[in-house]
T-cell receptor, first 115, second 111 residues
Framework: EAQVTQNPRYLITVTGKKLTVTCSQNMNHEYMSWYRQDPGLGLRQIYYSMNVEVTDKGDVPEGYKVSRKEKRNFPLILESPSPNQTSLYFC??????????????FGEGSRLTVL | SQQGEEDPQALSIQEGENATMNCSYKTSINNLQWYRQNSGRGLVHLILIRSNEREKHSGRLRVTLDTSKKSSSLLITASRAADTASYFCATVFYGNNRLAFGKGNQVVVIP
């Protein structure tokens, strides 16, 4: 089944404890992206990647890192999480060309709480 | 960054009625997309309409695009309880390969 898989789905952590949210897609997509969703603010893009080893900042990249060493994986790294990073995170992927040419496929989301 | 803005923000209708949502944006677009999100779940793509298209249909969904008014509408005909969800418009602006989302419309269909 074609899908975007995120882990963990739920996580409660404490300020400053490094964490990684993994994202994997099995559709051979070139484009991958991370969004965060907050009440009243909608979805905001954190980082995106047009292909392996190519990443770019979105609208709210501060406090996050990403890497794209393999085509299928696009992990989101919070080196020193803070409470304002408490949010619902979504990974998404798309065929070559990204959203300029076609739809995004979303994972089920990772709900992160930073105490 | 520029984003689509949906109107109205929340809509409550009876099953069988039609639901219409509007989205406006500020600059020239490459395409506009509509997504649905069931509570707390991932977003699901509904329709993509390109800047040179005026109307598209998919099942009970009809999307229109008016580039002169920089607006789009999503019509759900003969709504069902399963259509209860949040609906987002998202735009890709020329010269920018990023998808910018509006804040979403919450639609409740009462059985």
């Amino acid at each position: 089944e074609a899908q975007v898989t995120q882990n963990p789905r739920y996580l409660i952590t404490v300020t400053g404890k490094k964490l990684t949210v993994t994202c994997s897609q099995n559709m051979n997509h070139e484009y991958m992206s991370w969004y965060r969703q907050d009440p009243g603010l909608g979805l905001r893009q954190i980082y995106y990647s047009m292909n392996v080893e190519v990443t770019d900042k979105g609208d709210v990249p501060e406090g996050y890192k990403v890497s794209r060493k393999e085509k299928r994986n696009f992990p989101l790294i919070l080196e020193s999480p803070s409470p304002n990073q408490t949010s619902l995170y979504f990974c998404a992927s798309s065929f070559a060309g990204g959203p300029g040419t076609g739809e995004l496929f979303f994972g089920e989301g990772s709900r992160l709480t930073v105490l | 960054s520029q984003q689509g803005e949906e109107d109205p923000q929340a809509l409550s209708i009876q099953e069988g009625e039609n639901a219409t949502m509007n989205c406006s944006y500020k600059t020239s677009i490459n395409n506009l997309q509509w997504y649905r999100q069931n509570s707390g779940r991932g977003l699901v793509h509904l329709i993509l309409i390109r800047s040179n298209e005026r109307e598209k249909h998919s099942g009970r969904l009809r999307v229109t695009l008016d580039t002169s008014k920089k607006s789009s509408s999503l019509l759900i005909t003969a709504s069902r309880a399963a259509d209860t969800a949040s609906y987002f418009c998202a735009t890709v602006f020329y010269g920018n390969n990023r998808l910018a989302f509006g804040k979403g419309n919450q639609v409740v269909v009462i059985p």
